[in-house]
């Protein structure tokens, strides 16, 4: 992708690559007309959002003319109901400890953005398990492992 108008020029000329055909869906809207702007919204913890990283992606997603960030402050993400979030076309979201994890699930699911990090598959992560049962169904070999779940034990007193 190119700065300074890359998406009008890609849609002129009708030859978008792989990676970016699915900005043709995002910027084409009633018909053929052209959206100035794709809005991207990122969705994180304050720590997260304020920390250096992520303020250089986000001053390199800003670059683009053809780009509108919008980040969820915590305000909104912990005391808005999801119907009043800002709406965005594309949706980039960063899990941390007490971030409202299930809430921002729902947020996808009612304004079905494209997602950059997809957050259900997220939550694999999150269970060594599953991770291990994922891998062996499409036969990636992994090291020896024993896994104790201790979920399932009578509470020691």
């Known amino acids: 992708m190119k700065k300074k108008g890359a998406f009008r020029k890609c849609l002129s000329t009708h030859q978008l690559s792989a990676d970016e055909a699915f900005h043709e869906e995002l910027i084409h809207s009633e018909g053929d007309a052209i ?7 990122f969705c994180c ?12 992606i986000i001053k390199s997603i800003k670059a683009y003319e053809d ?3 919008i980040c969820f402050c915590e305000d909104t993400i912990f005391n808005l109901e999801i ?3 800002p709406i965005v076309e594309v949706f980039i ?3 941390s400890q ?17 997602q950059i990090n997809d957050l259900e598959s997220q ?11 994922l891998l062996n169904e499409f036969k990636i070999p992994v090291a020896n492992h024993y896994i ?9 007193t």
Not at 35 to 41: D, F, L, M, P
Not at 98 to 114: C, S
Not at 148 to 156: N, S, T
Request: proline share 6%; glycine share 4%.
């Open 123 to 133: 939550s694999i992560l999150w269970d060594r398990r599953k991770i291990y049962n």
């Open 93 to 95: 979201c960063f899990y």
């Open 67 to 69: 780009l509108d960030v």
């Open 83 to 85: 119907e009043k979030w």
């Open 45 to 56: 913890m304050g720590k997260k959002m304020d920390s250096k990283p992520m303020q250089n």
């Open 98 to 114: 007490g971030f409202p994890f299930e809430k921002t699930i729902n947020y996808v699911k009612l304004r079905k953005p494209f």
């Open 148 to 156: 104790v779940d201790r979920k399932d034990q009578p509470e020691i």
């Open 35 to 41: 959206k100035e702007k794709i809005t991207v919204g």
